[in-house]
């Protein structure tokens, strides 16, 4: 039997879902298929916040895959989607994607300095999982630039975050990139020790420079 307008909203809603899921369990492939079919569904009935939360979801699975051109493009898309219907929790943080891109491409350096901007609007809004994806951002814009310091206090920020919310994922990505750049005191280890062991670290699976440009 066809679906009906509320199945089919209903089913948006549930293939979102499962993006979300397969995404935060590191399935990407997975991930990127369900964003895909609910970019489908909230097109076709006209639901423009997970059309464009799904857009921004895809892209973080492109940043994530180091698929910079689609991940900007669907960025863009859901930006112009948060600018038509006022959707501003999304529209800053697809912002602070774009700031991301911007500097790892080297084709607007000076979007660094705009973080400090997106982050107080999660903290003055208490939008913990935002904040904790734009620590995450912010520190490997820096470490791109070559700001260790700056980019260690953004790591060590986004871990404390992603284990106060159980966000394995997250947590993973700061403890690896941390590894190799922090140090004995912070980590609790000497830096590299994961790497030198054998241990299938972030940067060990991509190589570090490109888990540097994945966010």
């Known amino acids: 039997a066809a679906l009906d307008a509320?199945?089919?909203?209903?089913?948006?809603?549930?293939?979102?879902?499962?993006?979300?899921?397969?995404?935060?369990?590191?399935?990407?492939?997975?991930?990127?298929?369900?964003?895909?079919?609910?970019?489908?569904?909230?097109?076709?009935?006209?639901?423009?916040?997970?059309?464009?939360?799904?857009?921004?979801?895809?892209?973080?699975?492109?940043?994530?895959?180091?698929?910079?051109?689609?991940?900007?493009?669907?960025?863009?898309?859901?930006?112009?989607?948060?600018?038509?219907?006022?959707?501003?929790?999304?529209?800053?943080?697809?912002?602070?994607?774009?700031?991301?891109?911007g500097v790892v491409t080297a084709t607007e350096p000076g979007a660094i300095d705009r973080f400090e901007g997106h982050l107080g609007f999660t903290a003055e809004n208490a939008y913990g999982w935002d904040q904790l994806q734009i620590h995450v951002l912010c520190g490997r814009a820096l470490l791109h630039l070559g700001r260790k310091d700056e980019a260690r206090e953004q790591f060590l920020a986004g871990r404390t975050m992603a284990s106060d919310r159980a966000q394995k994922r997250f947590e993973k990505q700061c403890e690896d990139l941390l590894d190799l750049t922090g140090d004995t005191k912070l980590l609790g280890k000497t830096p590299g020790k994961d790497v030198m062991a054998g241990k299938a670290t972030y940067p060990a699976l991509h190589g570090i420079d490109e888990s540097r440009a994945m966010a």
């Open 6 to 101: 509320g199945d089919k909203h209903l089913l948006c809603d549930i293939e979102k879902s499962k993006g979300l899921i397969y995404f935060m369990m590191g399935r990407d492939a997975e991930a990127k298929e369900h964003c895909r079919n609910t970019i489908e569904i909230a097109r076709e009935i006209g639901y423009s916040y997970n059309l464009a939360v799904s857009h921004h979801n895809i892209a973080d699975i492109h940043i994530q895959l180091g698929e910079i051109d689609e991940a900007r493009s669907n960025l863009l898309a859901s930006l112009d989607l948060c600018k038509t219907n006022a959707y501003r929790k999304l529209q800053n943080i697809n912002e602070a994607f774009l700031c991301y891109l």
